[in-house]
């Protein structure tokens, strides 16, 4: 776990709090879905984090794998599978509420009430959004390098 003052530009593991499992690109393909995985391949979970100027929590999320962004439509919606693209796509990253540890929130930049999760807790569920705060919505960052 990190420190939250200290969740800056640096490669990650991104693990889902509720299963363990770990953010993965589905496939090396240039447009892959993102799943989650109980695995210990590094390239295949280590994800650049950038942090964009000038906006607070926001992020771009990069495939250190594939060098290709986590990314949605660009009206999110509930339901929507979080996939990889060329393109950069915002994601706003912030706390969950205090007492939760490290555990953090992910949305769309242009939707802060859509969240990552996943549906189902078996090894290569995709990583969809749902607009239920409470449905295993927490993820920690583990810092691989700086």
């Given at each position: 776990?990190i420190?939250?003052?200290?969740?800056?530009?640096?490669?990650?593991?991104?693990?889902?709090?509720?299963?363990?499992?770990?953010?993965?690109?589905?496939?090396?393909?240039?447009?892959?879905?993102?799943?989650?995985?109980?695995?210990?391949?590094?390239?295949?979970?280590?994800?650049?984090?950038?942090?964009?100027?000038?906006?607070?929590?926001?992020?771009?999320?990069?495939s250190?794998?594939?060098?290709?962004?986590?990314?949605?439509?660009?009206?999110?919606?509930?339901?929507?599978?979080?996939?990889?693209?060329?393109?950069?796509?915002?994601?706003?990253?912030?706390?969950?509420?205090?007492?939760?540890?490290?555990?953090?929130?992910i949305?769309?930049?242009?939707?802060?009430?859509?969240?990552?999760?996943?549906?189902?807790?078996?090894?290569?569920?995709?990583?969809?959004?749902?607009?239920?705060?409470?449905?295993?919505?927490?993820?920690?960052?583990?810092?691989?390098?700086?």
């Open positions: 776990m420190d939250q003052a200290t969740l800056q530009t640096a490669t990650y593991n991104i693990r889902h709090i509720a299963t363990g499992q770990y953010v993965a690109l589905k496939d090396t393909k240039r447009t892959s879905t993102l799943i989650v995985l109980q695995d210990s391949h590094f390239e295949h979970l280590a994800w650049v984090l950038d942090k964009l100027t000038g906006l607070e929590d926001t992020y771009h999320l990069r250190f794998l594939q060098n290709t962004f986590a990314q949605t439509g660009e009206s999110p919606t509930a339901g929507a599978e979080i996939v990889s693209g060329t393109e950069s796509y915002p994601w706003f990253i912030r706390p969950a509420a205090s007492g939760f540890g490290d555990f953090y929130l949305s769309p930049y242009s939707d802060h009430s859509l969240y990552w999760t996943i549906v189902k807790t078996r090894d290569g569920t995709n990583a969809i959004l749902t607009n239920d705060p409470q449905h295993h919505v927490y993820w920690e960052f583990t810092k691989i390098s700086a």
